[in-house]
């Protein structure tokens, strides 16, 4: 089998993805024997193009992807390796590239991953060290060979990281959408290679993915999702038991009714998805990502039944396969004929942004907030060498000093921000709002992709990027609000003076501001 990154650069090529999801136990064990069993019969099958196995989904303890990849690469077929930041610091997560790199893994999904859930003896703690965009870029920078002492330089050997991520615009709210798109962006800009669409069903969202990319001409190839849905699954994804994943109202009413059936809906399910598929191939994908808890015949049965739709019918079946919720926003117009996305964006999305309307209210204290940084933290404020001076002498003074200013410091900032003393603040880079006391997983290169309605999946709080988009979209700024940098927090700032770091140049803010 071809390298993935060589089979998306052959012209004309579909590429097939199959999921696997690895199970609980020993891989010796009864249910290890059956996703190994599973995995043979997608390495037999000539149609799939690469297996992509998984990385703790759902937060739960499950065997780890590569112990089942090792088999898979040592029959020569391709393999992408998921591989999620909640469970594994930096250091760890370099150590695992390492380790990948020199088993002949190429192919790495990066994503931050789903909250972790129960575990041994109760809640398993969080990582999230960093995120997908942090484990893109530190990737990115093993392939370009990574510094082997700082002090004294030096180059380590390169890897070759064909790297993916995940992008998420099957989302209700413009204030959700808008930022999977600039996050993408800043996830190709970080190292991706190739991207894949979250579980939805809705081809004209499919469509106005395309449509994005193609526009803001990102260097990606992306792969349409397609899953195997069932009456369980449904009622799971419809309860929110997913994160980021919704079934409607009016695809559960589908998924029950053809539930009922004698075989539990199976033959309708396998051609949904074979629907799906051919869709895809019809709106320009580059491939299509397989899921679903199925055995390998079932996949070949999915593949099978696409095959035998011909020419333009799948533009048919993009109507039968499109499940919104209401009001759901599209940054594209509709296509009349076909009812999948227009190339010209939306005039309603147009006519918000020219009048700054918001859904959210822009509350005083980020008005406040910028006025002050503008006027005092950024760089080329008028107060910021004074600032910088009065820091500088802080720093030389005797201890008590500083202690006192951090102190004066947190009593604005606590009330106001419920700041969690991190020392490398980014709130100026998110409108303003703490990505470590609001954001379960402190993301701060943009939105996961498990949000709700706008909602946390943790928390159940308005996401915090929906918060900042919605508060820079007032001032005419959202388009930017992802820009810059990649922002990976200095955990050795801990309990210190953010502002102390900010005018000293300790912060992460350091390396956007070179002297």
Known sequence: ????????????????????????????????????????????????????????????????????????????????????????????????????????FQNIL?????????????????????????????????????????TRGGRLGRTDFFLGCVVNNHKRHEREVMPQYFKLRKKVQAGAGFVINQIGWDTRKDHELLRWIRRELLPVHALANVYLLSRTAARAFHRGRIPGVVVSDELLALAERYGTGQDRGRSFFIEFAAKHVAISRGLGFDGVYLGGHMGAETFGEILDRAATYEGDQWRGFARELQFPLPDEFYLFEADPETGLSSDEVRSSYLESKQRRRTDLRVPLKYRLSRRMHKTLFARDAPLYPSARAIYTAIDRAPQAVGRVAHALEQAAKVPMFNCHDCGDCSLPEIAYVCPESICAKNQRNGPCGGTRDGLCEVYDTECIWSQAYERLKAYGEEESMLDGPVVVKDNSLEGTSAWANTFLGRDHLAREWPE
């Open 1 to 104: 089998m071809p390298p993935l990154r060589n089979q998306f650069a052959h012209p004309g090529t579909f590429v097939v993805a199959a999921e696997l999801v690895t199970s609980r136990g020993l891989l010796s064990a009864g249910a290890g024997q059956e996703v190994c069993a599973t995995a043979r019969g997608l390495a037999a099958d000539p149609r799939i193009n690469v297996v992509s196995i998984t990385d703790n989904p759902g937060g739960h303890a499950v065997l780890a992807p590569d112990t089942l990849g090792t088999e898979l690469v040592s029959r020569d077929q391709e393999v992408i390796i998921h591989l999620a930041c909640k469970d594994w610091n930096r250091n760890a997560l370099e150590s695992r590239g390492w380790k990948l790199g020199s088993e002949g």
């Open 110 to 150: 990066a994503m931050s991953g789903d909250y972790p859930t129960m575990g041994h003896k109760g809640l398993s703690a969080p990582v999230f060290d960093i995120d997908s965009v942090g484990l893109l870029q530190l990737f990115a920078d093993m392939n370009e060979g990574l510094l082997e002492d700082p």
